[in-house]
């Protein structure tokens, strides 16, 4: 526990001013708050007196007391819950910048998928903003809590003694609802990760969910991990909530003790009217410290299991690491060579010894059956994670070697599954480059074969995409995504079965944008249709993560092996 707290501090350390401002409110409200009950007691002598001027005495006093504890008491909660949201929002951008430094592996291994991450981004991270603001009371309550049982020894210390006997009651009570809790929250967020996994999916799949009828199984599957997720909220509920009635009915027997045992005393002449007001006062108010601290001790155990899971993913180590050499993208490189490189996913071993030479102009075609490492190959050339064994080679500089933005940077990537930001079509096209003028963007889509069906859109080129291009044709995206290729204009290129998901007009349109795309550049292209890349410089056949053949289209029909079989296979 104290791990996570130390991590909480340093979230705090940059809003130390206003965490000191906070402090002082929190104790300025303490301190006016206590000297008010004490001067209870006196103003009910007094009155019981009919001592008129000690009553005009302490009247404005009490007031000018009251007027700073509610001052302080409105900057004390505003501020904290100001700094609540600052660090939240801190912690939140942390978490989105390291997803997306995440390598592939990690976001395909990671069980609950997007769904469980965005619920750590929203619903662990809403914990922990509700945990900071208990935190203000750290300053407020402990030194109130103190005050008020200077106030009780000072009116009856005996008695005071006496009701101190059931403090370790109250303690027990908190350290098994401690207990219970930290059992029973970790369960509770990976349900709710699941919940929300399955309410993602139901939105991004919808078109195949109606599709295939399957609205009720995905309302089944949603109401199990509800009703997963209620089950153990609901013990949650049951051991937060059991401190509150006991500490009460505690309360309650304390209250008529001191009352029995102060009317006894008034009786006898050896106490006042005052002094059991003062002392019933100040028992009433340290009752609030008492539960802020219980709602606290609570809260905090819900705070260091989001912070743990939080933070298990800031500080986790599957993000493809920067070079500490940092070397630059080379200038006039020759070629790409993949030398005796394997990687393995798992216990899997998807690549294996792969040597491969591609030459700076050429365009190189990857052919294999599904699975057979072909996405693997150019996903290591992007470092979307590294090789398990061996080394990729820019001329003789290894691409560990050099800045990973630069690498990226001299790289376009074209995928078969678009994807597309909910903005402009402008504002997608010139994501390839913000550095270039925007002013090019038309020219691009021109080269793209696009700009005749953006005029044709609503607002031209401000208008919007929806939701990952969904207002789009599959040809319309798939031509605004060679637009930012284009205008990314990188010499290497990868084209990831581009034309694979095209009816075959759109094809015949993509495939005009794609010719443009691929001139004067190198280009790995993945394709099923072996139609699209009869006329590539060099065809790499895979076979179980393995080179089988290399080529030219003619000559790998000549040789009637794998390539062969592929090519009978689809024209027959």
């Given amino acids: 526990m104290l791990v996570e707290i130390k991590k909480l501090v340093a979230e705090l350390k940059p809003h130390k001013k206003t965490i000191i401002i906070i402090a002082i409110t929190g104790v300025a409200y303490a301190l006016a708050s206590a000297r008010v009950a004490l001067l209870t007691k006196s103003l009910f002598d007094a009155l019981s007196a009919s001592n008129h001027q000690e009553i005009l005495r302490l009247v404005p006093i009490m007031l000018g007391l009251a007027l700073v504890t509610a001052l302080g008491r409105y900057y004390h909660i505003y501020l904290m819950n100001y700094i609540a949201e600052c660090v939240v929002q801190s912690i939140r951008q942390k978490l989105q910048q390291k997803f997306m430094r995440l390598n592939l592996s990690f976001h395909n291994n990671y069980a609950a998928g997007s769904g469980g991450l965005i619920s750590r981004i929203l619903n662990d991270i809403r914990t922990i903003q509700d945990g900071l603001r208990v935190v203000a009371d750290i300053f407020l309550h402990p030194l109130l809590f103190l005050l008020l049982l200077g106030n009780l020894f000072y009116i009856d210390w005996k008695l005071t003694l006496a009701t101190l006997l059931m403090v370790p009651i109250v303690g027990g009570i908190l350290k098994s609802i401690s207990r219970s809790m930290r059992k029973y929250i970790p369960r509770e967020r990976d349900a709710m990760e699941y919940m929300t996994s399955t309410i993602k999916e139901s939105l991004d799949g919808v078109r195949v969910i109606q599709s295939f009828n399957l609205e009720n199984d995905m309302a089944d599957r949603l109401i199990k991990d509800s009703d997963k997720y209620l089950d153990i909220r609901k013990t949650v509920y049951k051991r937060q909530e059991a401190a509150g009635p006991a500490t009460e009915f505690i309360a309650t027997v304390i209250v008529l003790g001191v009352l029995l045992y102060t009317s006894y005393e008034v009786a006898a002449g050896r106490s006042t009217p005052g002094t059991f007001i003062g002392f019933i006062t100040s028992l009433l108010m340290i009752n609030q410290p008492i539960k802020r601290f219980q709602e606290a001790y609570v809260r905090i155990q819900e705070v260091t299991i989001s912070v743990q899971r ?172 060679i637009a930012r290729a284009m205008f990314k204009d990188a010499p290497v290129l990868i084209l990831d079965e581009a034309t694979s998901a095209l009816d075959t007009a759109s094809e015949i349109e993509v495939q005009k944008g794609l010719d443009h795309l691929m001139e004067g550049r190198t280009a790995l292209v993945i394709a099923h249709r072996l139609s699209t890349i009869q006329k590539a410089d060099k065809i790499v056949v895979l076979k179980n993560g393995e080179i089988a053949e290399i080529g030219t289209h003619s000559n790998l029909l000549s040789q009637q092996g794998e390539y062969f079989r592929f090519h009978s296979l689809q024209h027959t």
């Fill in 310 to 481: 939080i933070f298990a993913i800031i500080e986790d180590p599957s993000e493809v690491p920067e070079s500490p050499i940092n070397k630059p993208f080379p200038k006039d490189w020759k070629k790409i060579t993949y030398k005796n490189v394997s990687f393995s996913y798992g216990k899997d071993l998807i690549l294996k010894n792969i040597n491969l030479e591609i030459r700076r102009g050429e365009v190189v075609a990857l052919v294999g059956a599904s699975g057979s490492g072909k996405s693997t190959i150019v996903n290591l050339l992007e470092r979307f994670f590294d090789a398990t064994s061996g080394e990729i080679l820019i001329d003789d500089v290894n691409i560990l070697d050099i800045n990973l933005k630069e690498l990226r940077r001299n790289i376009a990537l074209v995928t078969q599954d678009v994807f597309l930001f909910s903005d402009t079509i402008e504002k997608n096209i010139w994501a390839g480059d913000y550095s270039r003028n925007r002013a090019d963007v038309m020219a691009m889509a021109k080269l793209a074969n696009a700009h005749d069906f953006i005029l044709r859109m609503p607002q031209g080129y401000e208008s919007r995409v929806g939701d990952r291009g969904n207002l789009l044709s599959g040809g319309e995206k798939q031509r605004i995504s």
